[in-house]
């Protein structure tokens, strides 16, 4: 397959199941563009093994391996539309690879069904799965202080994985993960146990403050992480701070309503992520 055709695939792959990503991707001059949704395919290529529940665990551990040795040497896979986009797109600019390695990492945690101790824990889990994500988009960005840049890029993937997290306490609860730390439970007198009409049985206030503490956390590396955007090119600057825009209006919805968010799955409407979109590319910062 030829490179401008595996770019439309991974295009493709983009428009149809990047529900946030998408809004801030469309915002990059179009070679840009194109070696981001190559980077976005893979990342949901690995993610879509880690959350196949009808394969068994050891299968989907296996697959990952296989992921793992195939994106060592992306050029050598020339019918795989994904790898021939990333093996050209990292050929144009300085894409570090090697960090997918640490997203295979996190999802084979997920699969493995680790829990977390502590937050330093589950910072390690936030580095591998979304870290990676702010660091390879870092290298389709561009910057000229990447000492500076790249603790920031990691630093606003943990904010929205986190935020991601937040989100998705009741949709994890109910597939048995929990990624919440058990100190913080404990700390909080909460167990986020369910009756059988799925009704959460610990104490709403104690729920609440638990939710907003966590979402306090994350405010905190929003607020490293935006100091990224002054870093990039305005298109560059624009996406990343549309897809950040994004999650921070989630994460505002959620600690402003914290027992709805632990009831239903918290999202924003179509015509809110594209406002926050256009407010990023003409260079409003909420």
């Not at 144009?92 to 101790?117: H, N, S």
């Not at 929205?160 to 439970?185: C, F, H, M, W």
């Not at 990224?228 to 919805?253: E, H, T, V």
Request: proline content about 6%; hydrophobic content about 40%; aromatic content about 6%.
């Amino acid at each position: 397959m030829d490179a401008p055709s595996a770019y439309r695939h991974c295009e493709d792959i983009v428009r149809s199941q990047a529900r946030n990503f998408s809004y801030g991707i469309r915002l990059l001059p179009a070679p840009k563009r194109r070696a981001l949704s190559a980077v976005y395919a893979f990342a949901r290529r690995i993610d879509d093994i880690g959350d196949d529940h009808g394969a068994p665990p050891a299968t989907r551990l296996s697959r990952l391996g296989d992921e793992r040795e195939r994106l060592a040497d992306a050029a050598a896979h020339p019918s795989d539309p994904v790898l021939v986009a990333l093996a050209d797109a990292a050929h144009r600019y300085p894409i570090p690879l090697e960090a997918f390695g640490e997203l295979i990492d996190g999802c084979e945690a997920d699969v493995r069904g680790e829990t977390y101790d502590t937050f330093e824990d589950l910072l390690w889990y936030c580095r591998c799965v979304a870290g990676a994500i702010g660091r390879l988009s870092l290298g389709v960005f561009g910057t000229s202080d990447p000492d500076t840049a790249v603790p920031r890029a990691d630093a606003l993937g943990v904010a929205l994985q986190l935020t991601n997290i937040l989100r998705d306490v009741r949709e994890d609860g109910l597939s048995g993960r929990a990624y919440l730390p058990a100190k913080d439970l404990v700390k909080f007198g909460v167990t986020l146990k369910r009756d059988g009409d799925g009704r959460l049985l610990d104490d709403p206030e104690r729920l609440a403050s638990l939710i907003r503490f966590e979402a306090d956390r994350a405010e905190e590396w929003y607020g490293t992480g935006l100091k990224l955007l002054p870093m990039l090119d305005r298109r560059s600057a624009a996406c990343a701070g549309a897809m950040a825009g994004i999650y921070r209006q989630l994460l505002k919805r959620i600690k402003a309503d914290p027992l709805t968010a632990l009831d239903t799955r918290t999202s924003l409407p179509a015509w809110e992520k594209a406002a926050v979109s256009a407010m990023a590319m003409s260079g409003v910062r909420r």
